[in-house]
């Protein structure tokens, strides 16, 4: 088993920044590819980014493009989502993932570990 936790979401205004982690515990041997999903009130759960395992390659989501960027520290077991520029749109809960495998995904079918979520809240 793999225990994700992750840590940083709060309330930011419009334009602010916020700085997620995400820490992996566990059975963490191997590689494995991760990613950050968000789920906003009333909506289903979307891709937001995705990483492979040695953060060589990476995947946005198209409305995130350019202001968040994902990346990874295996020697800490950490993933983190640096949002910039945050709208309110941005509101939701904010999980992160991991699979087996060396790839990253997009699908959260994909993905075997998930972890609890932690709640960004953009004011406008």
């Known amino acids: 088993q793999v225990q994700l936790v992750e840590s940083g979401g709060g309330l930011v205004q419009a334009g602010g920044s916020l700085r997620l982690s995400c820490a992996a515990s566990?059975?963490?041997?191997?590689?494995?590819?991760m990613g950050w999903f968000r789920q906003a009130p009333g909506k289903g759960r979307e891709v937001v980014a995705a990483?492979?395992?040695?953060?060589?390659?990476?995947k946005y989501s198209n409305c995130v493009e350019g202001r968040f960027t994902i990346s990874r520290d295996n020697a800490k077991k950490t993933m983190y989502l640096q949002m910039n520029s945050l709208k309110p749109e941005d509101t939701a809960l904010y999980y992160c993932?991991?699979?087996?495998?060396?790839?990253?995904?997009?699908?959260?079918?994909?993905?075997?570990?998930w972890g609890q979520g932690t709640q960004v809240t953009v004011s406008s």
């Open positions: 566990g059975r963490t041997s191997g590689s494995y590819g």
């Open positions: 993932a991991s699979r087996s495998g060396y790839a990253l995904a997009s699908g959260s079918g994909e993905y075997v570990y």
């Open positions: 990483i492979n395992w040695s953060g060589g390659t990476t």
